[in-house]
Nanobody
């Protein structure tokens, strides 16, 4: 069993930066695929970024590539999402997730989810 707790969301202006954190307990984070997803009001949940197992290979949605960076501190069992050059369309609830399936791009393949943290970007 893995428990995930996100933090770091908030209200920022367009162009600002935020760093989200996701603290994991219960199992070693590096053994899993770890990902970030987001859901805006009235929209479906979408993939943002993922890091695979202990090798650390990363993947990003096209909409955030070059602006967001996913990273993981295995010693702290914590996942991060550094978000730069934020845009109003990045406004959403952001969720971290973890699982053993390598299909990182779809939330259905993740086993554990955090409660979400709100990110609001004003124009």
């Amino acid at each position: 069993q893995v428990q995930l707790v996100e933090s770091g969301g908030g209200l920022v202006q367009a162009g600002d930066s935020l760093r989200l954190s996701c603290a994991a307990s219960g199992r070693t984070f590096s053994s899993y695929v770890s990902g970030w997803f987001r859901q805006a009001p009235g929209k479906e949940r979408e993939f943002v970024a993922a890091v695979l197992y202990s090798g650390g290979k990363t993947f990003y949605a096209d909409s955030v590539k070059g602006r967001f960076t996913i990273s993981r501190d295995n010693a702290k069992n914590t996942l991060y999402l550094q978000m730069n050059s934020l845009k109003p369309e990045d406004t959403a609830v952001y969720y971290c997730a973890s699982g053993r399936d390598g299909r990182y791009y779809s939330g259905q393949y993740y086993d554990y989810w955090g409660q979400g943290t709100q990110v609001t970007v004003s124009s």
